[in-house]
């Protein structure tokens, strides 16, 4: 069995094709279910974020593994496979531990070192865990995962200054517009990414705070969240209207398809006089139509934007990435020496409890002639026996651990399960 990857991100897709391959949150229960039901899948764990959709699967046989993924991802987007095989990469075995792994430290975000991954790398796995999708193999590898991320982020810099794409989006506002200081901000959406953009935007050092509102499909959690940093609560129906009279919308929801058209936003845009409205949309799918940025007076920005606005203010953070990058590659090698010396224990167990059912035999052969025997010869009879045994498999079971893993390694297993009949 092996572990592969088979996904897509940022930078391989344009973002209109990664829309339409993320799987939205409730989606994924049947993803993962329709996954492993496939003929080649054992275990398998989907991680689906702004930056990418990637499968995560441990498998028999890699081809026809990658057919059934790619396959799935198809059904999903409802694509035909062409549309987007030639964006797909593939991982495989250690390569596929490396990627995870450096997805995890936040090397293969968009917003370098970003925090939010790392989060959303441990909810994949959780739900892939209820799900019971995910096996031994995948826990294992992603429960080190998690321990790779907190280590790149606690030994070095690489999660200073700017650490999750919604602080980005806030730093972009801030960018285009001078300060956010004294503008009334809209925010859409109250699930992670508002949440951390409303706070965000609460811990803005201006001397003239800005007037905040927050929207969201679900009522409470718009009040909760707008609450919570003195704002007001929104309506979604309100947010067109409520567009007449502020200066930022700055939007980021879990749905599945754009919420607002062109013509939702027209007739408020047409009260603001020419007055400026500045929109920053980071959800994937996107939550307003790209022709309200043709509207006139406004301009609206989205994940491709923020991708250059990261990737030009991320010089100091880049001289950690050497850093990372060893400790990623110190974390590959430990992962796969503890996996493959897991992978051995079995048969060396196997190794030893036959031999020692063996000897529980022949000494029950012949205890007619040692019932004569004291307790102490007994005893003795025990040791030596047992000495002979761990004498005789010490070697054997040494050299297979050290060689687990490689050819070699996979040939004395093989020569120990025909010579003890395993």
């Known amino acids: 069995m092996s572990v592969v990857v088979v ?11 990664l829309e339409r391959m993320t799987v939205s949150d409730a989606r994924l229960p049947k993803a993962l279910h329709d996954l492993c039901s496939r003929d080649e899948i054992g275990e398998a764990v989907l991680l689906s974020t702004c930056n990418r959709t990637e499968v995560y699967a441990v498998v028999e046989r890699f081809h026809p593994a990658y057919q059934d993924i790619r396959n799935f991802l198809s059904e999903m987007a409802y694509l035909p496979p062409e549309a987007f095989s030639d964006h797909l990469y593939t991982h495989y075995d250690d390569e596929a531990v490396e990627h995870l792994f450096g997805v995890a430290a936040g090397l293969d975000s968009a917003v370098l070192g970003e925090s939010e991954i790392l989060g959303q790398v441990k909810s994949a796995w959780e739900l892939a865990q209820s799900e019971q999708a995910a096996g031994p193999s995948l826990n294992m590898l992603f429960r080190h995962a998690l321990e790779v991320g907190k280590r790149a982020r606690t030994e070095t810099a690489i999660a200073r ?12 506002a801030t960018d285009r517009l001078g300060t ?30 800005p007037e905040l509102l927050v929207a969201n499909r679900t009522w409470a959690k718009a009040e909760e969240v707008a609450s919570s940093v ?71 920005l989205d994940m491709d934007d923020l991708r250059v606005f990261a990737e030009a203010g991320i010089a100091q953070r880049r001289r950690e990435v050497s850093a990372v990058d060893g400790i990623v590659t ?31 035999a022949e000494l029950d052969r012949h205890r007619a002639k040692l019932d004569g025997l004291g307790e102490r010869e007994r005893e003795a009879v025990e040791a030596l026996t047992r000495g002979i045994l761990a004498k005789l498999l010490h070697e054997p079971t040494v050299r297979l651990k ?8 996979d040939r004395l297993a093989d020569s120990l399960r025909t010579l003890f009949d395993l």
Request: charged share 25%; proline share 6%.
């Open 7 to 17: 996904g897509l991100n940022h930078r391989t897709v344009p973002l209109d094709l």
């Open 180 to 209: 956010l200081g004294g503008k009334r901000i809209l925010v859409l959406g109250a699930g992670d990414m508002g949440r951390g953009m409303v706070a965000s935007l609460a811990e803005a050092d201006t001397v003239d705070p």
């Open 402 to 409: 050290d060689a687990a893993g490689t050819p070699r390694g």
């Open 230 to 300: 003195g704002g007001r609560a929104v309506h979604v129906d309100d947010v067109p209207t409520v567009l007449s009279d502020v200066d930022v919308l700055l939007t980021s929801t879990g749905a599945s398809s754009i919420m607002f058209e062109e013509a939702d936003f027209a007739p408020s845009l047409a009260q603001r006089d020419g007055r400026p409205l500045l929109i920053v949309d980071i959800a994937v799918p996107r939550d307003i139509d790209p022709g309200v940025g043709e509207l006139h007076g406004v301009t609206l």
């Open 330 to 360: 110190d974390e590959v090698e430990r992962y796969l020496s503890i996996s493959t010396a897991r992978e051995v224990a079995p048969l060396v167990t196997a190794v030893r409890d036959k031999a020692e059912d063996i000897r529980l």
């Open 161 to 172: 200054h700017i650490t999750s794409v919604a602080q980005a989006a806030v730093a972009m």
